[in-house]
């Protein structure tokens, strides 16, 4: 039976154009194509948009439009058909200095253009060592849907990214996903009464993993970094979360 799982690739800004087109040469599947997003550097968006799987954008700037050199507008995304943004990677938090007010305005701004929003949330291997996973995660989760209208809700996937597990090869336990992932669906629960929001894990999900991470039980789907790169990899990783 098929599961409606998401997988999601962030690219972030790896590979050359001639790259691309090889990894568009290998990266072949068939259904469920509309479970499958992919986000490559926005400069090769375009090569993206006539394949028959989802594309989405690493970043968008929150104004639609104006003297902001080097952004991207969410209209300007809209306009292209692009129907998924990722919202406060940490790394856009740590090394662009984005803070949890920044990524809410691009949340709203998003959501109005009619996007399915990915917000990434997750805490820090300081913040764990300090047992502060519960407190940063409520105040992330706070503050980046701060004046969300509720009906907004069906077109937010929260993803669970532990920093420390980031390109790290180290992951949490099953359990602990599973934890944190109710913890979160309690905190949107309660502080914004939406019941169910959709949870997915990031952090080190690879082909040798997947079919263990693919087990928990509340888990809406995977945001995948480096294994998406590689076409062979994040195919095995589709073929284990989206084919069963
Ligand atoms: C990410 O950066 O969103 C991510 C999950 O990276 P990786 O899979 O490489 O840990």
């Known amino acids: 039976m098929k599961s409606e799982k998401l997988i999601v690739g962030n690219m972030k800004m790896n590979l050359s154009a001639t790259e691309i087109s090889e990894y568009l040469k290998k990266f072949q599947f068939d259904d469920p194509q509309d479970q499958v997003v992919i986000c490559p550097s926005a400069v090769y968006i375009p090569y993206f948009l006539k394949q028959p799987y989802k594309v989405g954008i690493q970043n968008v700037f929150f104004r639609d439009k104006g003297a902001y050199t080097g952004e991207i507008s969410v209209s300007q995304v809209a306009s292209l058909g692009i129907e998924y943004v990722i919202v406060g990677h940490s790394e856009r938090r740590i090394y662009f200095k984005e803070s949890d007010q920044d990524i809410n305005k691009k949340v709203i701004s998003a959501l109005k253009y009619g996007f399915t929003v990915i917000l990434c ?41 532990p920093v420390w597990a980031i390109g ?3 992951t949490p336990t099953l359990m602990e996903i599973e934890e944190t992932i109710q913890y979160i669906k309690g905190i949107v629960l309660q502080y914004f009464g939406h019941e169910d929001i959709r949870v997915m894990y990031g952090g080190s999900v690879n082909s040798k993993n997947i079919e263990e991470l693919n087990q928990i039980s509340n888990v809406s789907g995977f945001l995948v970094g480096g294994a998406s790169i590689r076409a062979e990899e994040f195919l095995k990783i589709i073929e284990v979360t989206v084919k069963k």
């Open 121 to 161: 949330i997750g805490e820090t291997a300081e913040e764990k060592g300090l047992l502060k996973t519960a407190r940063v995660l409520k105040r992330q989760l706070l503050n980046c849907l701060r004046n969300v209208d509720t009906h907004y809700f069906s077109k937010i996937i929260i993803a669970y990214e």
């Open 168 to 170: 790290s090869d180290v």
